[in-house]
């Protein structure tokens, strides 16, 4: 299968600063990423959709000047969780569909997740 | 009425059993259909897929997709130890629709 990379793995932060997420497609070309949070034993709650060249989609009650995303080439997007709280404390994780021209295949391959803990 | 449901176990089989996951959905659009295993502190990998109704078989594996039924099942023959972990459903219309996710049936298989 397609290998997406997720980076960092594990993050600690103080409360009023910034955090990145990468997220790169290491074998394929994504055109589309997608980030997600998920609680414990809960599913994955999609927080915005991220399209290569233009603006993410956020989904309804996702805060875009606090999670800003940038999809800056085919194989690289970014989350940046800006002025972290402890409730923004949450297991990320991105996923990435490959792209063949106009077709985006429907299977969908994730990252390894970020675990964020704001202190 | 949830667009999809999964109970989320947990389930606890012995080694050696069948492990039975399902999960029913209310839009009739869903064509392509997933099964992700993740294990605790990482990211779904992805399992089976399978596109419209019919069975698929990937070694121990084998999912089931009833479109009359709005009801997709996993099966999991001669369970491992290795296999416990938090299997998710997911389906979707395909082009470029989102994927919509169970909340993930929790597995134990105990040696």
């Known amino acids: 299968g397609a290998v997406v990379s997720q980076h960092p793995s594990r993050v600690i932060c103080k409360s009023g600063t910034s955090v990145k997420i990468e997220c790169r497609s290491l074998?394929?070309?994504?055109?589309?990423m997608f980030w997600y949070r998920q609680f414990p034993k809960k599913s994955l709650m999609l927080m915005a959709t991220s399209n290569e060249g233009s603006k993410a989609t956020y989904e309804q009650g996702v805060e875009k000047d606090k999670f800003l995303i940038n999809h800056a080439s085919l194989t690289l997007s970014t989350l940046t969780v800006t002025s972290a709280h402890p409730e923004d404390s949450s297991f990320y994780i991105c996923?990435?569909?490959?792209?063949?021209?106009?077709?985006?295949?429907?299977?969908?391959?994730f990252g390894q997740g970020t675990r964020l803990t704001v202190v | 009425q949830k667009e999809v449901e999964q109970d989320p176990g947990p389930l606890s089989v012995p080694e050696g059993a069948i492990v039975s996951l399902n999960c029913t959905y209310s839009n009739s659009a869903f064509q392509y259909f997933m099964w992700y295993r993740q294990y605790s502190r990482k990211g779904p990998e992805l399992l089976m897929y399978t596109y419209s109704s019919g069975n698929k078989e990937d070694g121990r594996f084998t999912a089931q997709v009833d479109k009359s039924s709005k009801y997709i099942s996993l099966f999991i023959r001669d369970s491992q130890p290795s296999d416990s972990a938090t299997y998710l459903c997911?389906?979707?219309?395909?082009?470029?629709?989102?994927?919509?996710f169970g909340k993930g049936n929790q597995v134990v298989v105990i040696p």
């Open positions: 074998d394929f070309q994504a055109t589309t």
């Open positions: 996923s990435a569909r490959r792209s063949q021209g106009q077709h985006l295949n429907t299977e969908a391959f």
């Open positions: 997911a389906m979707s219309a395909g082009g470029n629709n989102r994927l919509a």
